[in-house]
């Protein structure tokens, strides 16, 4: 039987990467909705058998600047309200967060790099699991809190909310676990201009994608993989 994954996607930069091989192998179609340009009807995100909203460099708070946020806080607080497996990465973890009642909040700072994660008790026991050792791909400035009846999965130094899960049909990740490291210069071009505010090398991040890329690529489709066999039991 075909499912549909339906992905929500604000810049072209940042698409589904490594996840979109591990969909179709669990049997997805994937739609594809730009909603900056397209938006989203709550209907449009009920119907699907997986969401899966991508991350963006703008705030959930930001809806007066980008009023199509507002759709999608109501299609995803529609669906969470029925328990539809959901997805959400970087800003996408930060919508189903503030659907699902927490706070969302700029940090005054940014993570943006290569480096690891320290799992909780709760983490390490999770889908996050192959993680543990692995250096993820940060790039985020904002953090959202947990949600009410969420476990709390990872953290780093800077940021102590770094990725949550409720039940086995949401997962909210900060960090960029779908990232192809092949495609990172499509991430330093759209990004250039933070990069250079903030004094970070582009061909640091290219040789931290080539070093830790292959390991990370191996770790992430376990992840997803493990979560989408769970979510959709």
């Not at 698409?15 to 938006?39: F, K």
């Not at 320290?118 to 947990?146: E, M, N, Y």
């Not at 004094?199 to 979560?227: M, T």
Request: charge should be negative; include cysteine; hydrophobic fraction near 45%.
């Amino acid at each position: 039987m075909t499912k549909n994954a339906l992905v929500i996607q604000h810049v072209l930069a940042e698409d589904l990467g490594i996840l979109q091989p591990v969909l179709r192998d669990h049997g997805y179609t994937i739609t594809m909705v730009e909603t900056p340009v397209h938006g989203i009807a709550a209907p449009q995100a009920l119907d699907a058998d997986l969401l899966v909203v991508l991350g963006g460099p703008i705030g959930v708070y930001e809806t007066g600047d980008f009023p199509y946020l507002n759709d999608e806080i109501e299609a995803i607080t529609r669906r969470l309200a029925v328990g539809a497996p959901t997805m959400g990465i970087c800003l996408g973890a930060q919508l189903i967060a503030h659907a699902l009642g927490a706070t969302v909040e700029p940090t005054g700072s940014v993570e943006i790099g290569y480096s690891p994660l320290t799992l909780t008790d709760a983490g390490r026991h999770s889908v996050l699991a192959p993680l543990v050792d692995t250096p993820v791909l940060h790039w985020h400035g904002d953090q959202f809190h947990i949600p009410e009846g969420g476990d709390l999965l990872a953290h780093t130094p800077g940021f102590p909310h770094q990725a949550f899960s409720v039940g086995n049909h949401i997962l909210g990740l900060q960090f960029h676990l779908e990232v192809d490291p092949t495609t990172i210069d499509r991430w330093i071009i759209a990004n250039a201009g933070e990069l250079a505010t903030h004094g970070i090398s582009p061909d640091a991040l290219r040789r931290d994608a080539a070093q830790y890329g292959p390991a990370l690529v191996a770790a992430g489709q376990q992840v997803f993989d493990a979560w989408l066999a769970g979510a959709s039991a």
